[in-house]
């Protein structure tokens, strides 16, 4: 019984200090809250925050492989393809034949991407003004100077 009793005491303690401590579960808090608010102002044009933010990065990119849009998302293959397929489907991202031949298929923003991301810029500014009232100026300012400053080459695969 002593035994069970240190283990309790041990468990209570690690519960105690990842509850105080834990920077993995407020970021995913506060990723999870901003995100629900992208989601409901984008939900009437058919998108979700992942995807519009992937058609914003492919737009950027201009031209990329699905490994290059990957790293540069910082997402696992799975958890692309798994956003990229409503894409496809919708017609808003569309493969290309790519210039040096062989399998690499580069993905672009299609015309019909293109005007998505306008029509939605709307209803993306709105939970923009929201995600910014809620965080504060502390907070944006914060954010925005974490996620800018993180080395690239900090990140794991």
Known sequence: MMMSTETETADAGVVGEITRNCLLTRTRRISRIITNMYDQALRPYGVNAPQFSLLVLIANLGGASRAEIGRANYQERSTLTRNLALLLTEGWVEEMVSDQGGRSRPLVLSQAGKELLVSAAP??????????????????????????????DELVE
């Open 123 to 152: 209803a993306w500014r709105a939970a923009q003004v929201k995600a910014k009232q809620l965080l504060g100026e502390e907070g944006v300012t914060a954010i925005v100077g974490v996620a800018d400053s993180i080395p690239l």
